[in-house]
């Protein structure tokens, strides 16, 4: 099994966190996507039309990109994903909300200011970071009431949703008004094969 990844990725790191904690061997081929590796032609042609990591080869030639296609490919028939149908619905759910609320605002508004794309003052960059303050009030409300996202234990959602949701004050989003998500921040941390922090960006990410 391969990964093809560029290690500051938080998508990536979602990956690399699930792998680690299946306990299950790969090889992990790094992608510089600011040297524009992940847009050559061969990139394209057999790994993922669109250019982005991370990217899985399971077995030789078959190719899985978008990161929460690969957790879910990868969690299947084990205890990261439930079995029952409604709660697998639920973790679809966070998993959606992932990428349509948390990912493109705090993923985004990261970033732009670790790699110095916008300017603090910057409008379009403002709205990222309110966008962001929202989706982790949404996240607040439900912490508040559970310990993990779905079924009162450990899924795969919460692999999904920290890999952002931890980093957001890199993003400009403060944690400090969020009690409930502080907590469950912990709790993922808590788990037995926590990855531990994500890599800096390269020197070639930064703007100059």
């Known amino acids: 099994m391969r990964l093809y990844d560029y ?3 938080a998508n990536g790191y979602k990956v690399r966190t699930l792998l680690k904690q299946l306990g299950l061997a790969y090889e992990l081929v790094p992608v510089d996507i600011f040297a524009g590796e992940s847009h050559t032609a061969d990139f394209h042609a057999n790994k993922n039309p669109d250019g982005r990591i991370p990217v899985l080869e399971p077995e030789p030639g078959r190719f899985l990109a978008e990161s929460n296609a690969i957790l ?8 990261f994903l439930p079995e029952d149908r409604f709660a697998r619905a639920q973790v679809h759910q966070w998993m959606f909300f992932e990428q349509n609320a948390v990912e493109p605002n705090i993923g985004t508004a990261r970033f732009w200011l670790l790699t110095g794309r916008q300017p603090l003052e910057s409008d379009v960059l403002r709205n990222r970071i309110q966008n962001g303050e ?7 409300r439900h912490l508040g009431k559970h310990p993990f996202l779905v079924e009162e234990r450990y899924t795969v959602a919460d692999i999904c949703l920290f890999a952002y949701v931890h980093l957001a004050p890199e993003a400009g989003v403060a944690l400090t008004p969020f009690p409930a998500i502080t907590t469950w921040l912990e709790r993922v941390k808590a788990q037995p094969g926590f990855l531990g922090p994500v890599p800096p960006y390269s020197a070639n990410a930064h703007v100059r």
């Open 72 to 79: 879910l490919f990868l969690a299947e028939g084990t205890r």
């Open 7 to 9: 290690l500051p990725s």
């Open 134 to 140: 929202r989706a982790l009030a949404t996240l607040e």
